[in-house]
């Protein structure tokens, strides 16, 4: 080097001059600083927003910092602003205990993670602004920083604690949700996924339904939670009923466990969430929470044997001479197949095919006359049946209190 001064004296140690390139003209001093951001832009003949003059791109990037800065707390916020009747799954509005616990520890996660993001976000957008480029400082290289002990050491242990104390809260999350025992007054239940609908049994009551889970709530000081087993029939599916509880697999060859505690009633809806095939998307489900006594009366009104109108003989016909007994059950007949849903109380339900439309009369004929027509892909078949029959066999299906 000798006493000659070259540009690299002014370099920071270890710090090469940029090169000039051999297919551009030499840049002049003024140019050096910019010489980076501007190189493709020149080569490809076009002007480059970060040119002298050019602020496009410090107004995009101060614009995108204040973009992600007002969605982040407008996101939570509009999460957090529960009205129920129109956020029927809203994971923010819990109504059972384990949904609430899962609840609490995802607001801790949520709100540390918002903090983060303020404050990183705030000091972009700050430096943005602060160091924005600016007229007299156009021929002058910035500061150059290498290294600090104090900073570095700071975005190493401060992430390390948060993530300790999210792992602590989490795990303490995960052990009362899933390490929880039955308390006595449990309610337990067998959920078997099908492709698509529920089948649900209350194997200590004696009871089948399908696709909506009658439970108790629990009141102040008598617990009634409800313990689910989760099977399947045929493919993974995913019991998920978002203010009850996390959702839980539903795997064939499988028992998973899973439990809610409603702490208010009311009816709660969910949905298949693992794609099972065709209607995955019409695979509903639905909680109805009673008061213990309004439970106790579903109760009894289930165990009671299926309605047997004289009346509806032809009906009744109808439907033991055709194959749907093959599929369905309805107790205390010769129909016991294991396939479809149990049908000895299904007019107590409110919806047909699993939630695709409300259990009418009118909807019910429609259903029999066509599953496909309402629900395509069901594995129930058209069964080909005259309007004659259609109108006796729905009469007696509708009996079905
Ligand atoms: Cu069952 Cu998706």
């Known amino acids: 080097m000798g006493d000659q001064m070259t540009s690299q004296n002014f370099l920071p140690q270890g710090r090469k001059e940029i090169q000039k390139s051999p297919f551009l003209p030499p840049l002049t001093k003024g140019e050096r600083s910019t010489h980076v951001q501007n190189t493709y832009h020149r080569s490809h003949g076009i002007a480059s927003p970060f040119e002298k003059g050019g602020v496009r791109g410090i107004c995009s990037e101060a614009a995108l910092a204040v973009l992600l800065l007002l969605c982040g707390p407008a996101t939570v916020a509009f999460a957090a ?25 995802a607001s801790l996660v949520l709100t540390i993670c918002a903090a983060i993001f303020l404050v990183v976000g705030g000091l972009l957008a700050y430096s943005i602004f602060r160091f924005r480029r600016r007229p007299e400082h156009e021929n002058l290289e910035p500061p150059q920083v290498y290294g ?39 309610v337990n239940v067998t959920v078997v996924g099908h492709q698509w609908w529920w089948e649900i049994r209350y194997p200590d009551l004696g009871i089948v339904t399908a696709n909506e889970l009658h439970v108790p709530v629990t009141e102040s000081g008598n617990r009634r939670p409800t313990f689910l087993k989760l099977e399947s029939a045929d493919v993974a599916h995913s019991f998920w009923v978002p203010q009850l509880a996390g959702k839980t697999d539903v795997i064939p060859n499988r028992r998973n466990l899973m439990w809610i505690e409603p702490t208010e009633p009311g009816t709660y809806v969910g949905n298949c969430a693992e794609y099972c095939g065709l209607q995955h998307a019409r ?18 009104a289930q165990k009671q044997p299926p309605v047997d109108d004289p009346q509806l003989r032809a009906g009744r016909d109808a439907f033991f001479s055709t194959s749907c007994i093959n599929c369905h059950v309805i107790k205390g007949t010769r129909a016991n197949g294991q396939f479809g849903p149990d049908l000895t109380h299904l007019m107590s339900r409110e919806t047909i095919g699993a939630g695709v439309v409300p259990n009418t009369a009118e909807n019910l004929r ?23 029959e259609l109108d006796q066999m729905v009469a007696y299906l509708s009996s079905l209190r």
């Open 283 to 300: 695979m509903l489900l639905r909680v109805v929470a009673h008061a213990p006594n309004d439970f106790q009366n579903w109760v009894a």
């Open 148 to 186: 600090s002990n104090q900073i570095e050491l700071a975005w190493t242990v401060i992430p390390i604690l948060i993530v300790i104390v999210i792992t602590l809260a989490t795990t303490r999350t995960i052990y009362d949700v899933q390490g929880a025992l039955p308390p006595p007054g449990t």
């Open 81 to 105: 602003s529960g009205d129920n009747a129109f956020t029927p799954t809203n994971i923010f509005v819990p109504f059972s205990t384990p949904a609430h616990a899962i609840y609490q520890n």
């Open 366 to 388: 429609a259903w029999v006359r066509d599953p496909q027509h309402i629900k395509p892909g069901a594995l129930m078949p058209n069964m080909q049946l005259s309007d004659a």
